[in-house]
T-cell receptor
Framework: ETGVTQTPRHLVMGMTNKKSLKCEQHLGHNAMYWYKQSAKKPLELMFV???????ENNSVPSRFSPECPNSSHLFLHLHTLQPEDSALYLC?????????????FGPGTRLTVT | QKEVEQDPGPLSVPEGAIVSLNCTYSNSAFQYFMWYRQYSRKGPELLMYTYSSGNKEDGRFTAQVDKSSKYISLFIRDSQPSDSATYLCAISGAGSYQLTFGKGTKLSVIP
């Protein structure tokens, strides 16, 4: 079992709903990441946080809103999503932002937008 | 040209075979080379990372980097059914937070 947990593991939501994904890491890391994994596509980096500060927003639509209250917790708030947003959303952490080669991933949240 | 190319497979081998998984990349500035294993309905699990060129071994797994050819490999010796998963290569520059992933190769080891 990894030191990164994510809840919920599965989520089905309508296009007008608002929901949040939660990630928690127990590794003492200081950098946290959100990725999107779609079928037949490479993992896409969405957001990067380093010591609670957002350092990267990879041109992600505003219907995705991240929040990092401390170095151990990361949220992804979702609203008015589109069906093409259906994917596996992965959280990861690393000791420091510039040690991306030591990223550890959580199990992911499988999101389906109806 | 895509930054990282990885044959998606699927690749099917008999138990006990030696498996070779490969990626090519285009940017010679990359310095770190990672291999992840992802089981169905799970997140990617870091197997190992290699800095610059050379080999790195961990049990039945060997990672190899050839920077002159921009080619990285993962070898699995004595493959087991439990090795059946999708294997992702990822690369990164020194001091970078960006990982560039391949699409993954789906491996099945048949008992």
């Amino acid at each position: 079992e990894t030191g990164v947990t994510q809840t919920p593991r599965h989520l089905v939501m309508g296009m007008t709903n608002k929901k949040s994904l939660k990630c928690e890491q127990h590794l003492g890391h200081n950098a946290m990441y959100w990725y999107k994994q779609s079928a037949k596509k490479p993992l896409e980096l969405m957001f990067v946080y380093n010591f609670k500060e957002q350092t990267e927003n990879n041109s992600v639509p505003s219907r995705f809103s991240p929040e990092c209250p401390n170095s151990s917790h990361l949220f992804l708030h979702l609203h008015t999503l589109q069906p093409e947003d259906s994917a596996l959303y992965l959280c990861a952490s690393s000791p420091l932002r510039d040690r991306a080669y030591e990223q550890y991933f959580g199990p992911g949240t499988r999101l389906t937008v109806t | 040209q895509k930054e990282v190319e990885q044959d998606p497979g699927p690749l099917s081998v008999p138990e006990g075979a030696i498996v070779s998984l490969n990626c090519t990349y285009s940017n010679s500035a990359f310095q770190y080379f990672m291999w992840y294993r992802q089981y169905s309905r799970k997140g990617p699990e870091l197997l190992m990372y290699t800095y610059s060129s050379g080999n790195k071994e961990d049990g039945r797994f060997t990672a190899q980097v050839d920077k002159s050819s921009k080619y990285i490999s993962l070898f699995i010796r004595d493959s087991q059914p439990s090795d059946s998963a999708t294997y992702l290569c990822a690369i990164s520059g020194a001091g970078s937070y960006q990982l560039t992933f391949g699409k993954g190769t789906k491996l099945s080891v048949i008992p």
